[in-house]
């Protein structure tokens, strides 16, 4: 018995539709990013509500797949009711995005390189919506721990980000061009 109502089960899949592949969802990992994309792959399909329930839980694994068998017999009639019930299901999977002052807490570890650092900042930026490029600029600054490099782009007067990036970068290349260079 399915938690799908009736009226979702007897809608028969159009001919043409071909169902697409999408990561399965098991339970451990963010539920709105899975809902996202499944919804993408339906609107790219074509699949309107009733379809999207009928495919929907195709794309549940492991104790997704558990919690979905689960559910009332026949208690689901719209696509809407089952993404609002997974979404609740599933709340304390969900990755809270980061704000423009989670930026300041990426700091360059004393044992790390500064391409290691930029890499870090880079998956933390990645996370934050709207980030203003002052407040990236700020944060990536404060997050130097070279005292050389510090005192570098201090007496540069950097004004902006794509300036600070350029020196970096610049910096990088000159460290392992020499790290090269005296290794052999």
């Known amino acids: ?15 043409e539709f071909k169902m697409l592949t999408l990561e399965y969802y098991n339970g451990t990992t963010n539920p709105v990013q899975h809902l996202e994309g499944f919804n993408s792959l339906m609107a790219f399909c074509g699949a309107l509500g009733p379809i999207m329930c009928r495919a929907f839980p195709t794309f549940l694994w492991k104790a997704a797949r558990t919690w979905f068998n689960r559910l009332e017999p026949k208690s689901i009639k719209a696509f809407r009711k089952l993404s609002s019930t997974f979404l609740t299901a599933f709340a304390s999977s969900w990755s809270f995005k980061k704000t423009p002052v989670s930026m300041t807490t990426v700091k360059q570890r004393t044992d790390e390189s500064l391409r290691s650092y930029l890499t870090m900042f880079n998956q933390v930026k990645l996370e934050v919506e709207d980030l203003d490029p002052a407040v990236e600029f700020t944060a990536l600054l404060s997050g130097i721990n070279d005292k050389d490099l510090n005192w570098e782009l201090y007496k540069k007067q950097l004004d902006n980000l794509t300036e600070l990036r350029a020196c970096l970068e610049e910096y990088m290349n000159t460290l392992e061009t020499l790290d090269a260079k005296f290794k052999t």
């Open 1 to 15: 018995m399915t938690a799908l109502f009736d009226k979702i089960m007897s809608i028969r899949l159009p001919k």
